[in-house]
Every structure is written in C-alpha cells, then in structure tokens.
C-alpha cells in the first residue's frame, strides 16, 4: 500500500490526475533546484512558480467558470505534499500564492475579479496575505495598521512582519484597522493592496538562514493609497474571516509537514540499506533500524491524524482542536523526525548530497506561521471539555 492511498481514495479520478501531474512537476529538474539553491543559501528561482501557474496549479481550487480546477480541499492537501517531499519552504511559499488566487475567485467581487484574476492565475500578479506585524503575531487583536477613508480610496499605514513571499508579491491582502488613531473605531477589514516599491511603500527581506525560500518580508506602508475596489473584506468582518480559514490552513501545513518527514525517512532508511558497518548494512542494526522505526510510528500516526482533521475540514464538521492537534504533532514530529532521519545517515545526512538539512531547517520554522505551538496547545485544551467531556459527541455515540 502506498503511504498517500487512504487520502488519494477520497479523491476524484481527475483529482488523482492533478496530483500525479503535481508529483511529476516537482521531480527531476524542479527538485534539484530546490536543493542546489538551498546549498548556495538562496531562494528558488522565481521562473518556477510561472512553470507552476501554465501547469495549472495556482487555479487549483479557483471555480472552473473562471478557469480552475475546483479541487476539493484534499487534492490541494495532496498537491502542496507532493512539493512539500521536496522541500517544505517551496511548498509552503507557493501554496500560499494559490490560496490567495482561490480567496479572490472565490470571496472576491466582480471587480476584484476583473482587475486581478487573470494576472493571478498565470502567475504575473503574485499576491499573499499580510496579518503580523512587529508588535503582534499570535496576538492579532495588537493590530496597529490603520486605513484612512480618502477621495476615491483608502490610505494605509503601518508595518506587516513575517510576510512570506513578501519579497515577491505584487498585491498583499492586508489586515488593517480603520480610521484614525483615537477616533473610538476599532473594526477591522482587509484590503487587496497593490504594490509598488516607491515613497509609500517599501519591503525588507528577513533574512533566514537555511530557509530564504519562504521570502519572508517586512511590508512598510506609509499613507499608501489603495482604491476603493481593493476593500476586500469590509469593515467589522475581517478577523472572523481570517478565522473562518485558520482550521484549513493549519491542516494544510500539518499535512506537508507528515510529506517532508516521509520524505526524509524514505532517504534515510535508502541509505542504512546501502552503507554498511561493521560487516552488515546499517539497517540491520537493531539500534538504528529502532530509531527510524520510532520515526515511522509517529510519521503514521501524524497522517492518520492530518487526514482525519481534512476530512472533517472537508465536510464542514467542526474542527477546531483536530486542527489545532494535527498542526501540532505534524510540526512536533517533523521537527523530531528529520533529526533523528539526519543522525542515522551519520555526516552523509548533514552533507549538500541531501536535502535532510534543508528540510530540517525549513520544518522548524512550521511551528509559527498558523498558530504557534503554544496558542494550538492552548486551543486544544479550551475545546477539552467539549471534545472529550461527558456530553461529548464521541460519548454519545459509544453510549
Ligand atoms: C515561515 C513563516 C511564515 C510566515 N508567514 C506569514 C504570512 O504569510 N503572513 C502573516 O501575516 N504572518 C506570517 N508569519 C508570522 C506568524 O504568523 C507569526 O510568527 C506567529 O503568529 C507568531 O507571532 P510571533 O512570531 O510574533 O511570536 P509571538 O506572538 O510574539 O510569540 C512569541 C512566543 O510566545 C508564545 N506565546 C505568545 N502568546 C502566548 C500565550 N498566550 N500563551 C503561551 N505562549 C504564548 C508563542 O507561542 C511564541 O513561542 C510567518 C511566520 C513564519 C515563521
């Protein structure tokens, strides 16, 4: 049986199609890029998400009345693993640009999709959402970016943090307050913002060793103009919209973490097949092979998680802890199981040969973006009663 088969079954025939088509992308030439640039400490060339929008993939999940393929949230899940077994900064970085196309076809207005769609899905208008900032990650309610109503338009200011493809975008989906600064208005909205390096507006890389393909970037506006049509999200809305999406996207990293790690065992446990030591191959060594099968138990449980918690995004059930719990162990287990897949190849693992390190690198930093360990673990132990209690509904069916 094939590691991915419980979630390919709950797929179309034309789903399962996207996601050998996705597969073949990433192999081959695609996967040795990602490597050698990782190797020179750079991003991946950028050349490659145009090659990725003519695929097809960043209209992934777009309606096919505007010309994308309508896949369910488990094909984007499947798509963005077969990236992730590459590397999980790509994966995570590129994906993100096909969400934002997906809000607009499917949350935006006409006009939002006139202006921007066709640009989004052919890869010239890149553009990602922009929550954080300086003073607030985890907290959102420190929100300090203000919107002003002008003639024609809004005019924002304020510094987004953390921004990932922020070194790229040509548009970002802002998270702003409105109105003035002690004028009693505390709502929030959020606007399509187009970009362009000038007096009003600058970014900054953040600069991260080992994983600069995330593109992570400070966004400073300054009495930026955006016109009327970029509201996006209107007034009172926007936090509750941006939550409405927070179980999919933490199920959908979680998801590429359990591919990164699988990746990661399947070289190691290549490897303790070929090398020997001490007269035998390494595999056969009963310490070792106990260490990589330990990987594998937790990689299996974190799947069987992660597909639990898509199902039940996929089906519009609650999912709330299941989420939160599978970002968690999928972070938690990636973060332990590339390590441990990295020690058993000994220093080949740690080499430029392979893309342990990489991953390594990229992995940790899962544990932030979406909710940060901490808040998740804080969210699951909220929902315990509820999940777990006497009242529960998984009591209620055992009764
Ligand atoms: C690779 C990457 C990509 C990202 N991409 C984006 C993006 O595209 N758009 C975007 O808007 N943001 C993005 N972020 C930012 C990310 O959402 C924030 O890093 C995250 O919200 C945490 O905020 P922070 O880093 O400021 O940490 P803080 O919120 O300052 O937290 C610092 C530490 O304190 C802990 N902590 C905070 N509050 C509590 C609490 N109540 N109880 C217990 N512990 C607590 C946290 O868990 C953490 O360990 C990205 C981050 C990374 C690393």
Redesign the pocket.
Known sequence: MNFYDSYDALLTPEERDLVAAASAFCQGEFRSHLLDSHNQNKPYDTAWIGKWAQAGFLGLQTPRQFGGHDASFLCKIRVAQAMAEHSF?AA?AIN?LQGSVTRVARQGSDKHREELLEGMLGGAILC?????????????GALTTRARRVDGGWRISGT???????QIIQCANV?SRIGDPGDGVEETASFLVPLADGATFRREEIY?PG?RS?R?SHLTFQDHFVPDWGLFTPPGQALKASMASVNSARVHVAAMCVASTRSALSEAVVYAQGRQAFGKSLIRHQGLAWELAEVSLRLEAASALVLRAAIAVQSGAPALTLAAQAKKFAVDVAVWGIDQCLRAMGATGASAMHRLAMLSA?TR???????????L??RIGKGLAAEYGPSSPAKEISK
Request: charged content about 15%.
């Open positions: 900064a995570f993100n990602a959402p922009a929550m954080s900032e300086p003073g607030g990650g985890s907290d959102l987004k943090s953390w921004i990932t493809n922020g998270l991260m994983a995330f992570l990229e930093l899962a544990a932030f973006g979406d909710g940060t360990s901490e808040m673990l804080d």
